[in-house]
């Protein structure tokens, strides 16, 4: 099979798995999925820098990015904290499954195999534990945007708060004519 149409299928095709999940859901797990697109683009774009992997094909015209990054990390991103979030050890094992079949199986074998990317100075255990601490920085990530959203309806939806214009005026005020 041609590399590009594998690349651009790791790009769109897990989007199209979106229409199955609750718009809610995917409201409330976005952040943490774009979070998880940019620290991976990151995380790549270093790994090319010190040498760690080196892209041989990437799907045209993105340079350096490897749309793994973008579409499929993203979207298995939502679709684990969907089932796991709220229950940290079922969601690392559940990550730590998902980054060992990546990084021995996919970064060690499928994408060399293919002329893809090659694993350079790096071993796929140093990748898969790479995978992992970004799996604890994601959920914590989530819990932060969870704890301001909280704390936002809090707040904005307040019954003892209202508008100035709506506040009941002090007896020192009401008697006073308007001065103008």
Do not use: C
């Not at 990151?42 to 350096?64: K, N, Q």
């Amino acid at each position: 099979m041609n590399n590009q149409i594998i690349l651009w299928a790791m790009l769109a095709g897990p989007f199209l798995t979106l229409f199955l999940m609750k718009q809610d859901d995917i409201r409330r797990y976005m952040p943490v999925g774009l979070f998880a697109a940019v620290a991976s683009a990151i995380i790549g774009d270093v790994g090319i820098t010190l040498g760690f992997w080196v892209h041989r094909e990437t799907a045209y015209p993105l340079h350096s990015l490897m749309p793994f990054d973008i579409g499929l990390n993203t979207v298995i991103t939502l679709w684990i904290f969907k089932f796991t979030y709220q229950r940290f050890w079922v969601y690392l094992v559940t990550n730590a499954i998902l980054d060992l079949g990546f990084a021995f199986l996919l970064f060690q074998y499928y994408f060399p195999s293919i002329n893809m990317l090659n694993l350079v100075g790096i071993s796929p255990f140093q990748t898969f534990l790479i995978a992992l601490i970004l799996a604890v920085v994601l959920y914590g990530y989530q819990m932060w945007q969870e704890r301001i959203f909280r704390e936002s309806e809090r707040t904005a939806f307040s019954p003892g708060l209202q508008p100035a214009a709506a506040k009941p005026l002090s007896k020192r005020q009401e008697n006073k004519p308007d001065e103008e």
